[in-house]
């Protein structure tokens, strides 16, 4: 089976929260047409994307939603219960502590990392928290393969390189620097001035664009 590509993953994962929408709202069915408005994107990406699950819809009633969630979810789910580090308990660590807590069944942040003596030895929004110089220890005993870095720039590289030492092999970086890992290690990147930036443009008048005149 072909790696289905970041993106693909991205749309599908955002499907199936609409579709968890519609559900609620008591929606059997759904077509192409009415995901993609959902989404922002043609009813076309939609059935291409959807293929990937293995599931097609009936041009008559168009996709079962319960089925459709099922099969989403049977792609991009992990099997079982995985657990999560966190590196970094400021204050993006420590809302993204408050967030995950009971929120899903299957992700769980099981152990968090400081350097900070005031915060580690303790449990924060119901997670152990350690001293960072523990960090490839802990994490290789649990089996721990996902990070979330939530470090100062300077810190960055130095806790990623123990993440990789522990066994992870996926990050999600809050930290505002590039991360060098080996190709193995998947990196997600969180830059949110970057992101403000991005919105300020478009949110903006087009001052960059040249009137052309004739």
Known sequence: MSLISEKTIERLILYRGLLLQANHESESGIYSHQLGRMAGFTPAQV?????????????????DIA????????????????????????????????????????LEITAAFDTDPEKTDRVIHGCRCYPVDRLSEIILARGIRTGILCVPSGAAQSVTDAFVAGGVRGILNYAPTRLIVPPDVYVENRDMIMAVEKVVYFSGPRTGQRKETG
């Open 47 to 63: 059935r291409r994307d959807l293929m990937q699950v293995g599931y097609t819809g009936s041009p008559a009633r168009g996709y």
């Open 67 to 106: 089925k459709l969630i099922q099969s989403i979810s049977a792609l991009v789910d992990p099997a079982e219960k995985r657990e999560i580090a966190l590196a970094g308990i400021g204050s993006i660590g420590r809302a993204i502590l408050a967030y995950f807590q009971g929120r899903s069944s299957l």
